[in-house]
């Protein structure tokens, strides 16, 4: 019991005071929706999303507010000559790991949220 008052106590101070815990991270870290480029359009408002290069590496719509996964090896991510996934109409990509390494096609969205129970997350579609 003494234990579960002491984590209550820890958690009411934390709560009263998160403003000053907001205020320090602000000044070292920078919001999503400030960072990344322009890079692909969204399949929910058709807006483009950003790609983020920190890692994660990850692609993120400032409008919707959601982020989508990407591949995580070391790569390149371009558009699929600006195609959609018949699915949800989120502009496919094409990531590649060098000249030797492995090269496929996937939709953000797919990638993120599998449509189908057989596919795994994390795979191209």
């Known amino acids: 019991n ?5 984590f209550k106590r820890k958690f009411l101070y934390f709560v009263k005071h998160v403003e000053g815990m907001d205020q320090l991270f602000e000044v070292s870290f ?3 929706a400030d960072s990344g ?4 359009r969204c399949g929910k ?3 483009y999303m950003k790609l983020v290069e ?4 990850r692609l993120f719509c400032p409008t919707c507010d959601e982020t989508y996964n990407v591949p995580i090896a070391n790569g390149t991510i371009k558009l699929q000559q600006e195609q ?7 502009e496919l990509l094409y990531f590649t790991a060098g000249a030797k390494g492995k090269s496929f096609v996937f939709c953000p969205y797919c990638y993120s949220n599998p449509p189908f129970p057989e596919m795994p997350k994390g795979s191209a579609c």
């Open 2 to 6: 003494h234990t579960l008052e002491v």
């Open 30 to 32: 920078s919001s999503l």
């Open 37 to 40: 480029r322009p890079f692909s």
């Open 45 to 47: 408002c058709r807006r």
């Open 54 to 57: 920190a890692k994660p590496k």
């Open 84 to 90: 959609k996934c018949p699915l949800d109409d989120f």
